[in-house]
Each structure stands twice: as structure tokens, then as C-alpha cells.
């Protein structure tokens, strides 16, 4: 028989298994609850300013009923948005995300951009933008700001960044923006956005928290580790405020669709247009279906609004911004990989087992827009530089994501396309001849011809700059992290040995780098260096349009508590008879 005690003691058990259930019941609920609270998966950010609009941009998880921008005072004004579904944007097994998935996998993503109107570019506005989900349930972003385009005369703070691709220092490095100069009036971009653009938690939600728009949205949670440290960094609100003009990137361009079992494969599986429509020569071979077959900027093209040009489209263009005339380039290949190993599908060569099997071939370190002279990009370009938006600008500037001049590994080889070299059953090479250079034996002589003072460029993750006998700034900015070094002393670049086509060291193409003017980091003798390559200290640069410099900022996050300190300024040469 049980005793009042075995009774009160199976009471309090059976009431605290209860109260238990309870509890593991309203936490499963108060989870259920928190997915369930609506987002947006991005802050809106602006594009394609105009004298008196700009586009408000964000992106959603549903279709929604209604997308609309508030404005103005107390938000009486509205703009309603255009709705737009990505067309590629995937997951994959390689995706660091909350699902895990076992093969690439569409992944459904709207886009939303209403053009906000009758704005005067004296007049910086409040905005907020909500979207309403098919249940009515509605979510509105925190508040932004908007304005028109500058006039010229406007003195500016513009951004120039390149390399993010979530690399470790990218949220360290726009907080420091944000914390160092502000809100910036825009973002120059030299490309590689992100890793794999069809990837589309690269843009909006790695769980490592440092994706693309967290970054320039100071929305990211990205933790560094370092010296036993953890900070963890938030990136920078930029783009909420602040159009961004991009150039497109090596990390911009998809390989062939849907031809591999991962989206990095699929990154890596591009083929040149010539290539792909030869091998469909006997089949249809519509645009669209050569592209699936060669490579492809959609992603990138569809989530930005970028200015256009009439042959390049968005994908070289020219825009005006304050004083600042800036012409974007298309200049980017796809990157191999160096080895010369009979297993190689590299820059030099095809894989042995692939010497006859075209199929297979890599066609070297291809380019994917034609630049050389007299191609619709290069006519394009000399028709900018001679137009009176372009010579009347008191600053000329023009971003590509290829360098011409740099210590970097990426300038190597040649900006030229490969020359095949079959050796029947033995071998396919490519050369690369160093003086059939597109940018330097075309390009970079037209710009020095239309008095460009600045020419600004990324791909191999460290600062460094040059200057042209006639006063022509060369900059690569934005150290992120993976670094790739500078080439010199005891770094050489993995090329062919004993050939003057391939430098193994400083700039192939003839220039000396500069040391920074304010705090050059000093070598392992205690020697300046003329280049920041670092994967602890990273770096950033601002044009200052109201005195014409630039200057570049560097922050150690080994010493998270540090200060970050300007260490170069330079000035752009000022030209005689414009604004
Ligand atoms: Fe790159």
C-alpha cells in the first residue's frame, strides 16, 4: 500500500515531468514562433541615382501581395516596388547554411525595386520599405536614407573596395569604413562580389555571417578569432545610404549550367563562347542556349541595377557621380590554377588524360569580354573617353577588376587570350605572349590619351599603387584576407621557369611600386614595404572628390582595441579646362 509520503513524493515527480513537458512544449513553440516572424532577407540598398530618383532594391522569401518604399516626412509619400524572381540562385552540398543540401538546388528569391521620384539632390530623405506577405502578414525595414545624384561640385566621400567573396577581414573591414569616415555618398566596387554568385546564401545568410549583403548592410556576425581573441564584426551600414557601381569580377561569371554535381564545380566549368558554340554547331544554338553552355553573369546582372551602355549593357558602362566621371570595364578572366602536373587543368595546359577529348579541355585562362582593339568594348571605350561627359570631368576615373600594374599573383599571365599549342597525342599548352597584353598594349594607352587619373582595380587581395610617367594613379585596394602576397624577394609567383613571358616577380609590367607616403609596414628586416599584403592588418581607400585624394586606412585585427591609421594619401592630378 502506498504511504502519504510514496503519494506526495510520485505528485512531485509526475509534477515536475509536467511542468517539463510544459516548458520543452512553449520552447518548441516559442521557436516555431521565432521562425516564423517574417523577414526580409535583405535591408534595402539604393541604385542607378538620377538627377531627381533612385532605386530602392531589397529581397524577400515570398512573392508577396504588396512591396512599397515610404518616404519623405513622417513617410507620407510611396513608392510601389516591381516584383522579380532571381532565375539561378541555388543551394548546393557546399552551401554553409541551415539545410543541409545533398546536390544544387533552387533556391526561390524575389526582388523588389521601386524608383523613388521628384528628389532634389540638396535633400537627403528618410525612407523605410515594407513587404506584405500573401497571409497579410506585413514586415517594414529599420529607416534609411535616400537622395538623388550629386551634382558636380558636391564634395564626396566615395568607397573603393573589390575582393569581398566573405573573406574573414570583410566585416572588420566596413566596419572600420563606417567607424573611420561615416556614411560614404558611394561604393566603387572592382568586382569578385562574392565566391559562386549563383550561390545564394553567399549573398544573403552564410551562417558564418559575413555574406555579402550583411556586410554592406551592418547586419553581419562575423567572428574573428585571433591570438586567442574572438571579436565578432558586424560589417558597415553602407549601401542602405549609398549607391554601389560595380565592375564585374573573375567571381562574378558561372560556368556552364547545370553541367556539374556542385555549384563550384559549376563555377569553375566555364568555357568560352567559341568553344561552346562549336560544340553545338550542329544542334540550336540560340543566345540563351549558348550561354548555359559557355558562361553567364545573370545573378550578378539581375540583382544589381547598374547604369548601361548600349553595347555592354550593364556589364561595362560609364556613369557621372558629383565630379566624378567612372567608366566600368568588363575585364576579367577565369582563374586556373598554375600547376603544370600531368592532372592539371590549368592556365599552361589540359590534363594529359584530356589531349584528345576537347570536351574536357579548360581552353586556358580564357577572357570572357573581348577588350582588345577595335572589339564593341574597346570601340565602346574610346567613344566614352572622347565624350564631352568624359573630358569635362573633373575627375576620371575608370574601375576594371584585372590589374594592369601589380605585385599581386593575378597579373601573371598575360591579360591576353591563350594561345592553343597541340602536340598530337602529347600535349595541349597555352601560351600567353606578354606583349599582346590587351589592358597594357590597348587599353591602358587610350586612358593616358583621355587624361584618366585614376584607374582602380582588385583580383589579388593586397593594397598596393603605381604611378605613370605622365601622372596616371594605379590602385588596388582592399586587403580582406586570403591574401595571395606581393611578389618579391623571397615570394615568387608559381609560373614557368625561365621564361621572360611569366614574371616571377615585381610588376610585369614595368612599374615601381610606391611606398605608402604616411606609415608603410615595415618587412621582417625592418624595411618599408612599398604594399600591404596581410591576412591580419586590412585596408581600404576613400576618394575624397572635395580635395582629390586619396587616402587608404589599414586596421591590425590582431589588436581589435587598435585604432585604425591612414597610411598612404595621394592626390589626383588636376586637368586644366575641366569643372
Ligand atoms: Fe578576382
Same mark, same amino acid.
Given at each position: ?38 523577414? &526580409?532577407? *535583405? $535591408?534595402?540598398? !539604393?541604385?542607378?541615382? @538620377? #538627377?531627381?530618383?533612385?532605386?530602392? /532594391?531589397?529581397? =524577400? ?98 568607397? &573603393?573596395? *573589390? $575582393?569581398?567573396? !566573405?573573406?574573414?577581414? @570583410? #566585416?572588420?573591414?566596413?566596419?572600420? /569604413?563606417?567607424? =573611420? ?98 560544340? &553545338? ?118 574601375? &576594371? ?179
Amino acid at each position: 500500500m502506498l504511504n502519504l509520503n510514496t503519494l506526495t513524493r510520485w505528485f512531485v515527480a509526475v509534477s515536475l515531468v509536467a511542468i517539463c513537458i510544459i516548458l520543452m512544449k512553449s520552447t518548441a513553440a516559442e521557436q516555431t514562433f521565432m521562425a516564423s516572424v517574417p523577414q &526580409l532577407l *535583405s $535591408d534595402p540598398f !539604393l541604385q542607378l541615382p @538620377t #538627377a531627381n530618383s533612385v532605386r530602392v /532594391v531589397w529581397f =524577400t522569401e515570398f512573392a508577396g501581395s504588396g512591396h512599397t518604399v515610404s518616404y519623405g516626412r513622417d513617410f507620407r509619400q510611396s513608392a510601389i516596388a516591381t516584383t522579380t524572381k532571381l532565375s539561378r540562385t541555388r543551394e548546393d552540398q557546399n552551401s554553409v547554411i541551415g539545410t543541409q543540401y545533398k546536390k544544387p538546388t533552387k533556391r526561390d528569391i524575389w526582388r523588389h525595386e521601386a524608383e523613388v521620384t521628384k528628389l532634389d539632390s540638396n535633400i537627403r530623405l528618410p525612407y523605410r520599405v515594407t513587404s506584405v506577405r500573401e497571409d497579410g502578414k506585413s514586415i517594414t525595414s529599420k529607416e534609411f536614407t535616400l537622395t538623388a545624384k550629386p551634382e558636380p561640385g558636391t564634395p564626396l566621400k566615395i568607397l &573603393l573596395t *573589390s $575582393d569581398h567573396q !566573405l573573406k574573414p577581414m @570583410t #566585416a572588420a573591414n566596413l566596419q572600420k /569604413v563606417v567607424e =573611420t569616415v561615416g556614411k560614404v555618398d558611394a561604393v566603387f566596387f572592382a568586382g569578385d562580389l562574392v565566391n559562386i554568385p549563383d550561390r545564394a546564401s553567399e549573398w544573403f545568410d552564410d551562417n558564418r555571417g559575413g555574406a555579402f549583403f550583411p556586410c554592406l548592410q551592418g547586419r553581419a556576425k562575423y567572428e574573428l578569432a585571433k591570438n586567442n581573441i574572438k571579436t565578432t564584426y558586424i560589417g558597415g551600414e553602407i549601401i542602405q545610404h549609398a549607391p554601389l557601381y560595380a565592375a564585374i569580377g573573375n567571381h562574378e561569371v558561372m560556368g556552364r549550367y547545370e553541367k556539374t554535381g556542385s555549384l563550384d564545380d559549376e563555377f569553375g566549368d566555364a568555357y568560352p563562347r567559341e568553344a561552346a558554340i562549336a560544340q &553545338l554547331l550542329r544542334q540550336k544554338s540560340d543566345r540563351a542556349f549558348v550561354k548555359d553552355y559557355s558562361f553567364n553573369t545573370d545573378t550578378y546582372e539581375e540583382i544589381f541595377t547598374l547604369p548601361q551602355s548600349d553595347k555592354g549593357g550593364e556589364k561595362y558602362y560609364a556613369v557621372t557621380f558629383g565630379d566624378v566621371r567612372l567608366a566600368v570595364l568588363y575585364a576579367t578572366n577565369i582563374w586556373r590554377t598554375p600547376s603544370l602536373d600531368k592532372s592539371a587543368k590549368g592556365k599552361y595546359q589540359e590534363r594529359q588524360q584530356d589531349v584528345n577529348n576537347p570536351d574536357e579541355w579548360g581552353y586556358g585562362q580564357h577572357i570572357f569580354e573581348d577588350i582588345f582593339r577595335g572589339s564593341p568594348q574597346y570601340n565602346w571605350l574610346e567613344e566614352e573617353l572622347n565624350s564631352p561627359q568624359f573630358q569635362a570631368a573633373k575627375y576620371k576615373v575608370v574601375m &576594371l577588376h584585372h590589374p594592369p600594374h601589380s605585385l599581386g599573383d593575378n597579373i601573371v599571365p598575360a591579360y591576353t587570350n591563350p594561345v592553343q599549342i597541340i602536340d598530337t597525342n602529347e600535349s595541349v599548352r597555352y601560351e600567353y605572349p606578354k606583349d599582346q597584353d590587351y589592358l597594357i598594349r590597348d587599353i591602358v594607352p587610350l586612358l593616358e590619351a583621355a587624361n584618366v587619373q585614376l584607374v582602380f582595380y582588385g583580383h589579388s587581395h593586397l593594397w598596393n599603387r603605381f604611378v605613370s610617367s605622365s601622372g596616371m594613379h594605379f590602385l588596388e585596394t582592399s586587403n580582406v584576407g586570403n591574401s595571395y602576397g606581393a611578389a618579391g624577394g623571397d615570394k615568387r609567383r608559381d609560373v614557368p621557369v625561365g621564361d621572360d613571358n611569366y614574371a616571377a616577380t615585381g610588376d610585369p609590367n614595368g612599374l615601381e611600386p610606391i611606398l605608402p607616403t604616411i606609415t608603410p609596414l615595415l618587412g621582417k628586416n625592418g624595411q618599408q614595404l612599398p604594399y600591404l599584403a596581410s591576412n591580419d592588418i586590412t585596408a581600404f581607400s576613400i576618394l575624397d572628390t572635395a580635395t582629390g585624394g586619396v587616402s587608404s586606412y589599414k586596421f591590425d585585427t590582431l589588436k581589435p582595441d587598435s585604432e585604425v591609421v591612414k597610411f598612404d594619401e595621394f592626390k589626383l592630378k588636376s586637368i586644366a579646362g575641366t569643372n
